[in-house]
């Protein structure tokens, strides 16, 4: 597991390359070394027998020159021990601290795996929902580290270990907080690490959590694209690169990659410290639903290559981004076109199987409702819809919206997963729009939700207003079950109607969110 970007800012002397000796020999009397298993700027690792306990573990012993100089022996001992204090499943263990001689060293959890860095090496671009799976576990671990006020610093894909049974762990908490991770001009810290460095850190502004935000951000990066965003002829040159410019977006570079991944990454990679996520456990959330579906012990223990997106999944070229996105649209243009036709057999909305030209499951309007009954209110096939999130973070798994209108009952559109019914306390709601492509006098909008318990608005407006409060409230449900049906007895007239979805999310998964599967809507042109 050696990092070769640690290696290269300055040649290491015989004593840092080989660590204590070739041969075996036991640290204090207890921890038997018996292979050189990784080596980097700071300190070589060994695979260790501790004959105590009679376990493997992962001894790290300090280069001489750090282990000689008696201010950083105890700058590391203080944040050893609060390294030690980070019980998390995502976290290397750390067991020991202590000296033999001159000697300085670490006893950690050994992990049976990979470092990132390998994985990616060897395999190229992970797919989406691996690398999302790793980048939320990381994510939590970091973000358990800073709510015990310790800052990770060096988060790079050298320091991300996946074992062979598929579990993601952090290395060196504090080690590199130990070294003064904030000062760039210390030898050794530039080159090792000026790949994944924080513009604050760059200049020597406070660092707090989001330096770790912004680092494991690269990382996820290079795992979906197999290049790091910033790179330059020096690695001073390539640090000082983000505080002059923001990266390419990452479907610049992978155009399978969802818009919605894309904006987690270009908000956690944000300049200004203050406009990424507020925590390492948002941008988990965020990345949360794109991990549901990952088996990341493939990662390491698929024999039989490497994973990447099947060829008739991916285009292997290398089209432009204009070109990618037009990739994107020719499917939903075809979508809505489908969906034109469908409406002229009187079959449109696969989920709300239509008879006598209205939803089945969905009760019919009062013979009385002449409005809502009236004939001429026809099934209307929306020209346009779109995510509605203007108080959050643009990332609600758009790609995900045309399950609505698609026919398909199985297919949904949902929320994110919010750690609290009211949306994590991060906003009053979020919804979509549909453009019905002229103004129509409504009479039905009917909508299937697999979260009862949801509280939903609809909303119109002759223009998409960049506000809630914009949008005019017609119809309102709380508590609704699977169908909702809104009838407009008195005139509404709109070319635009938003479905807000607001109050408290219903549970989902062991968090909150809320989940739709079709939508009808019924009027006549104006």
């Not at 395999?123 to 576990?137: K, M, N, R, S, T």
């Not at 390491?300 to 008739?312: F, H, I, K, N, S």
């Not at 209110?377 to 959050?392: F, K, N, R, S, T």
Request: proline letters at 7%; a negative charge; glycine letters at 8%.
């Amino acid at each position: 597991m050696t990092d070769p970007v640690d290696q290269t800012w300055r040649p290491p002397t015989t004593d840092e390359a080989e660590g204590p000796s070739t041969a075996p020999r036991v640290l204090t009397g207890r921890y038997l070394l018996e292979e050189r298993i990784a080596s980097g700027g700071m300190a070589s690792v060994w695979r260790a027998h501790d004959e105590v306990l009679a376990r493997t573990v992962a001894v790290k012993i300090l280069h001489d020159h750090l282990a000689a100089d008696e201010g950083f022996r105890e700058r590391f001992r203080r944040e050893a021990v609060a390294a030690a204090k980070l019980a998390h499943p995502n976290v290397v263990g750390l067991y020991d601290t202590g000296t033999d001689g001159e000697r300085v060293y670490l006893v950690m959890e050994f992990i049976d795996g990979k470092t990132l860095k390998e994985v990616v090496t060897e395999q190229g671009p992970l797919p989406v929902a691996e690398a999302a799976a790793i980048g939320e576990q990381v994510a939590r671990a970091l973000d358990f580290a800073h709510s015990r006020g310790l800052v990770h610093r060096d988060v790079k894909p050298a320091n991300i270990l996946i074992s062979n049974d598929g579990m993601v762990k952090v290395t060196d908490f504090g080690i590199a907080k130990a070294d003064r991770a904030d000062d760039l001009t210390k030898t050794g810290m530039v080159l090792g690490t000026a790949a994944y460095v924080a513009p604050e850190q760059i200049k020597g502004d406070p660092v707090d959590g989001k330096a770790d935000q912004y680092a494991l951000a690269i990382v996820l990066y290079e795992a979906l694209t197999g290049q790091q965003p910033f790179k330059a002829d020096t690695p001073v040159a390539t640090a000082a690169q983000r505080l002059e410019r923001d990266p390419l977006p990452v479907r610049s570079l992978r155009a399978d990659v969802p818009r919605a991944v894309d904006g987690v990454l270009q908000r956690a990679l944000e300049r200004e410290p203050a406009e990424r996520y507020a925590s390492c456990a948002e941008l988990a959330d965020a990345l949360a639903d794109y991990a549901e579906e990952a088996a990341t012990t493939a990662l390491v223990a698929d024999e039989a290559g490497p994973l990447a997106p099947d060829d008739d999944e991916v285009e292997a070229d290398d089209a432009s981004f204009l070109r990618s996105e037009g990739r994107f649209l020719v499917p939903v243009l075809v979508l809505l076109l489908l969906a034109g036709a469908l409406v002229g057999v009187g079959l449109w909305t696969g989920v709300l199987e239509t008879r006598d030209g209205f939803p089945v499951g969905i009760a019919r309007p009062d013979a009385a409702d002449q409005r809502a009954d009236d004939p001429t209110m026809e099934l209307i096939a929306p020209a346009g819809y779109q995510v509605y999130d203007p108080l959050g973070t643009g990332d609600e798994r758009d790609q995900d919206l045309p399950n609505v209108f698609d026919g398909d009952a199985s297919t949904t559109w949902r929320t994110q997963l919010y750690n609290s019914p009211p949306f994590g306390g991060l906003k009053p709601g979020v919804g979509f729009y549909v453009d019905l492509g002229a103004p129509h006098e409504l009479g039905i909008v009917a909508l299937r939700t697999t979260t009862p318990g949801v509280d939903v608005e609809i909303r119109v407006a002759e223009e998409p207003a960049p506000s809630p409060d914009g949008w005019e409230v017609v119809g309102r449900v709380d508590d609704a079950s699977d169908l909702l049906e809104f009838r407009f007895e008195d005139e509404v007239v709109t070319r635009y109607v938003l479905v807000w979805v607001t109050g408290e999310l219903p549970q989902y998964r062991g968090r909150h969110a809320a989940e739709f599967s079709q939508i009808a809507i019924r009027g006549a042109p104006v």
